[in-house]
């Protein structure tokens, strides 16, 4: 008798399949895959302990044990460790060769990438289709080709890495994951909205909606496809005893309710055991939601029934036709959205009240709520969200005019425009916040406790937390383009040689250059202030220099515009538009007077550069 043996291993939360017939290859024929962290600051690579033969599958492991690089985020694994040869993210499969393979982990600066990924998504050229919406402390909208975007109050989306390229139409939070789901079995989980990691299941069966309840996600789909799992990572599938499409499912009163096409209503006290309810209708249903007491199911042609036991079902009457995508229970409430950019608000399950958001052309198809706001999402390419934060009155996404330095301090990302400051942990996931001025900030700076931005108009702003701003009496009102701290103080430069400088922030004290020429970046090295501008047409360049703000020198750095100076590794690098050769924009200092000129290969005029952990960056 043949006996066929599956072992599984766990070891150290890494997962291990040795498959049934496949004997051990020998030892001369085997290969390793190894981890690099590739300069990590914190945390330790996983280990694969696994001996492949050539042909076989090795499985991208997660980056578990916490790799981390300051200024940087975790994108994945790589071949090369400057990033040039395959990338994998975590779940990924490759075929294993005949040598051994090196994965290092993939550090991307965010400061490379967040002008795009901001600025992509406003305005009459964004073209995006999302299907669904979920907040676990961030915001995230999943969509066609795999797209999810992120945001950390549901004002500002970026683009976000998904690591695949099929549909997206469902997504959920619980256990403090959020997990999306897709075409062919595709699972996505994350614990920040910005990191995700493939755990996609093996159906060729399209995922609709996933939900969580009783410490179990549950996700749905085609020809009645339910898997479930207890962490969102390891799946498995239960009988649902119908080939029809499912498409949601919400975790309510001890039991998972699931509605699909045709009417179709099922029950399972524990995701594997499932009964079929009646549901006296033979709709499409779409969407399924619950408060403590009572269950409400939507669907097509404004089809609507409450429950509450999930067993005995009633129609509701609505006036009317529209199809009805999605619905929620939050603030007391239930809301609904569907065709014809129709939004729907009951609050009993019983009375209905709606507004129409948009054209015809826009069907909402998800909808959320989290930080005292609601978001819906649709798949109409020209507008694709609305934001309430009342869920009655709602907003367009609105078109970005962000056109000041990306500024990083105190470990915060900063960026700024009128009336708000834009910030972000990592560069990923952005909040936006007032900045109490209708001028906008271009540069901020932190020091002895505090953020001090600066910018438009003589505009000067202060910040102990960098979340509550306080605008500060200037004395000048010309532009402030840049701020720096050291030696004790804040010191600002800008229009015409302006400078003012502060010790506590407060109270500042205007001075010059002693050059009527703009300045347009500070910085402080090596005991000493160093502001740069453009300078003229015979010098190019300026530079100056001053330890107290208050007297200055100043000398020329030829060939070049500059228009942002940085410190790091015992040197000063400024950048700017090359006058001769724009491959030829930089110059650098070892002692802050005499510059040399170097080649940057970029064939563009740069505007930014700054120093981390030992590369000289131009966002």
């Known amino acids: 008798m043949l006996i066929r043996v599956c072992v599984v291993l766990m070891v150290a939360g890494n997962l291990f399949v040795i498959a049934p017939g496949t004997a051990p290859a020998s030892e001369s024929e085997t290969y390793t895959v190894t981890y690099d962290g590739n300069s990590q600051d914190a945390g330790d690579v996983p280990v694969d302990i696994t001996s492949y033969a050539p042909g076989d599958l090795a499985i991208v492991h997660d980056n578990i044990y916490g790799l981390k690089k300051k200024g940087y985020i975790f994108t994945g694994w790589n071949t090369a460790a400057d990033g040039s040869g395959t990338t994998y993210l975590p779940g990924q499969t490759f075929t294993v060769g005949t040598e051994n393979i090196t994965l290092y982990a993939k550090w991307t600066d965010p400061t490379t990438s967040v002008w795009d990924e901001i600025l992509q998504l406003g305005g009459s050229n964004a073209v995006k289709k999302f299907f669904d919406v979920a907040y676990n402390g961030v915001f995230a909208a999943v969509g066609l080709s795999g797209e999810i975007v992120a945001s950390g109050d549901g004002n500002v989306w970026t683009s976000q890495k998904s690591g695949t390229t099929k549909d997206l139409f469902g997504i959920t939070d619980g256990d403090g994951k959020l997990v999306a789901v897709g075409a062919e079995g595709t699972i996505l989980v994350s614990r920040n909205g910005a990191d995700w990691f493939n755990r996609s299941i093996d159906t060729p069966n399209t995922l609709r909606e996933v939900a969580y309840g009783n410490d179990l996600f549950l996700a749905v789909g085609d020809n009645g496809t339910i898997a479930v799992s207890g962490n969102g990572s390891y799946w498995t599938f239960a009988s649902s005893g119908t080939s029809v499409q499912l498409n949601d499912a919400v975790y309510a009163n001890g039991q998972f309710v699931v509605v699909g096409n045709q009417g179709t209503i099922l029950t399972s006290s524990d995701g594997q055991e499932w009964t079929a309810q009646t549901s006296g209708t033979t709709a499409d249903l779409f969407g399924v939601a619950a ?329």
């Open 291 to 619: 408060s403590s007491d009572l269950i409400v199911a939507v669907g097509g042609a404004g089809k609507v029934l409450t429950s509450t036991d999930g067993v005995n079902w009633t129609a509701r009457t609505i006036e009317v036709g529209n199809d009805i995508y999605d619905v929620i229970y939050a603030k007391d409430s239930l809301a609904a959205v569907g065709t014809y950019g129709i939004i729907l608000n009951s609050p009993d399950g019983v009375s209905w009240t709606w507004t129409w958001t948009s054209s015809a052309s826009t069907p909402w198809k998800g909808i959320a709520y989290g930080n005292d706001r609601w978001i819906v999402v649709g798949d109409n390419a020209s507008a694709w969200m609305r934001t309430s934060a009342d869920g009655i009155n709602w907003e367009s996404y609105p078109s970005f005019a962000i056109q000041s330095n990306l500024s990083y301090a105190n470990g915060m990302f900063f960026m700024g425009s009128s009336n708000k400051i834009y910030t972000s942990e990592n560069g990923t996931i952005w909040k936006s916040i007032p900045s109490n001025t209708a001028n906008r900030i271009e540069d901020i700076a932190y020091g002895n406790g505090l953020y001090v931005g600066v910018g438009s108009g003589g505009t000067i702003v202060t910040s102990s937390n960098g979340k509550d701003w306080t605008v500060q009496e200037s004395p000048t009102t010309k532009n402030l383009n840049s701020v720096a701290y050291g030696n004790g103080i804040f010191l600002a430069v800008g229009q015409s040689g302006t400078v003012v400088y502060s010790e506590d922030g407060v109270e500042w004290t205007e001075s010059s250059t002693g050059e009527d020429r703009n300045v347009s970046s500070v910085t402080f090295w090596s005991g000493k202030f160093y502001a740069v501008g453009p300078g003229s047409l015979t010098t190019r360049g300026s530079y100056y220099y001053s330890e107290d703000g208050k007297t200055w020198s100043s000398g020329n750095i030829m060939y070049v515009y500059t228009s942002e100076v940085t410190a790091g590794d015992g040197r000063l690098v400024a950048v700017g538009a090359g006058t001769n050769d724009k491959n030829k924009g930089i110059s650098t200092t070892t002692n802050g007077t005499n510059w040399s000129q170097l080649t940057s290969n970029a064939n563009e005029n740069l505007r930014d550069v700054t120093y981390e952990y030992g590369n000289y960056l131009n966002p």
